[in-house]
Nanobody
Framework: QVRLVESGGGSAQAGGSLMLSCAPA????????MAWFRQAPGKEREWVAN???????TYRDTVKGRFTISHNYAENTLYLQMNSLRPDDTALYYC??????????????????????WGQGTQVTVSS
C-alpha cells in the first residue's frame, strides 16, 4: 500500500550528505517495524536499515557507520540520515512501515512483503 510521503531525495557528490524523511510512519504492537529499502535500475530491491518502534536500529553492512535510521514519535516521521555518500548508494529509496517481526527470531523482518505501508520512492543520485 503506497500511502507514505517521502522527501529529501536529490543529488549529492561523493562524501556528501542527504536526509530522507517519511510520514506518516506509524507502528503498532503487532506491526512494530519500520525500514528503508532501495532499488537501483536493473537490480533487486534491497534492505538498507530498520528500526523497531523507536529503538534497536539495524543496518546493512555497506551503510553501517554512514547511515542513521530514526523515528520521531511526536512528529510521526521516519528519517534516514545519509553521510559519506558513495556512488553505489545511488538508487530509488523507499520507506516502509507497519512491518512484522520474524516469528522465530523476534526481530524485524528484512522481507519487503512483510511491510504493509510504503512510500512512492525518492531518487538519490551520488556522483563521483
Amino acid at each position: 500500500q503506497v500511502r507514505l510521503v517521502e522527501s529529501g531525495g536529490g543529488s549529492a557528490q561523493a562524501g556528501g550528505s542527504l536526509m530522507l524523511s517519511c510520514a506518516p510512519a506509524e507502528y503498532t504492537d503487532s506491526r512494530p517495524c519500520m525500514a528503508w529499502f532501495r532499488q537501483a535500475p536493473g537490480k533487486e530491491r534491497e534492505w538498507v536499515a530498520n528500526i523497531e518502534r523507536d529503538d534497536s536500529p539495524t543496518y546493512r553492512d555497506t551503510v553501517k557507520g554512514r547511515f542513521t535510521i530514526s523515528h520521531n514519535y511526536a512528529e510521526n516521521t521516519l528519517y534516514l540520515q545519509m553521510n559519506s555518500l558513495r556512488p553505489d548508494d545511488t538508487a530509488l529509496y523507499y520507506c516502509a512501515a507497519e512491518g512484522r517481526k520474524n516469528a522465530f527470531t523476534q526481530r524485524c523482518t528484512l522481507r519487503p512483503s512483510e511491510y504493509k505501508s510504503w512510500g512512492q520512492g525518492t531518487q538519490v543520485t551520488v556522483s563521483s
